[in-house]
Each structure stands twice: as C-alpha cells, then as structure tokens.
C-alpha cells in the first residue's frame, strides 16, 4: 500500500504548526504568565511543552519520508499520543484547568482526528493487539 501525498503535506505542517508555537512558548515563557495573574504558571512547565513541540514537530517531518510499514507505526504513535492528550487536558480543565488550555484541547483533538483517519485508512490498527500480545510475552522473534 502506498503512503497518501495529502498525509505526508498534513505531516509537514504539523511540524510548522508545533515549531509555531513552540518558539514563542519557549522564548517567551517569562512573559505568558503576566497575562494570566489569576491561575500560575510555572515556567519550567511551559518549557517542558515547548520541548515536547519540538521534539513531536520534528518526528512528523522525519515521518513525511517514511514507508508505508514505518508510517503505519508512526500513526499508531500519533494517535495513542494525540488521543491521550487531549484527554488529559480535558480532566484538567473540567477540574478548574487554566483557560489557556482550550485551544491545546481544541488542536489536539483536531489532530487527533487527523491522524486516526489516516491510522484507519491505512490499517495501522489491523494488528495492535497482536503486536501487544507479543510485548507482554516477551516474543519478540
């Protein structure tokens, strides 16, 4: 099966996305708490997801090369990733979050759907429980 051109574009601007706004979380995290007095933020913290930015941007435009076999494990990762994050923004903002997190929520759950269509349509879940099967067994043949 052959990887869509449409993923591999949405691959790349997920890496200018990320880096889009990881820069200014990162240079500016002294600055964004001053907009929000009512709810702290810890610098270190803001820093730690610009980093993550960083690091999930650049794997999606390494990705936007990959083979269909690696691609198929690369979705599989995106959307365990996207999915879980969006929820655990979600619990944090149901329980009195800092506001500055909806549009986090907002993106993750569009990327989220992003990347399992594509996970879908190229059967990147075909075999999952298989391949967790084999982890937890040890099996790795």
Known sequence: MKVPTML???LVFHFYFDYAVA???FIGAEQIPVFFPEYPLD???LRIVAAALFGIGYSSLQASELDYPSMVKKLR????????A????LISLLNGGHP???PFFIVFILFNA???YYAYKLGSFNNFFGSVKKLLLFDFD
Request: no cysteine; net charge positive.
């Open 100 to 102: 500055l997190n909806w």
């Open 43 to 45: 610098t270190v913290a």
């Open 114 to 116: 992003l990347w399992s």
């Open 86 to 89: 969006w929820l655990g923004i």
């Open 77 to 84: 990762w995106a959307v365990i990733w996207s999915g879980t």
């Open 8 to 10: 591999r574009k949405w």
């Open 23 to 25: 820069i200014p979380i």
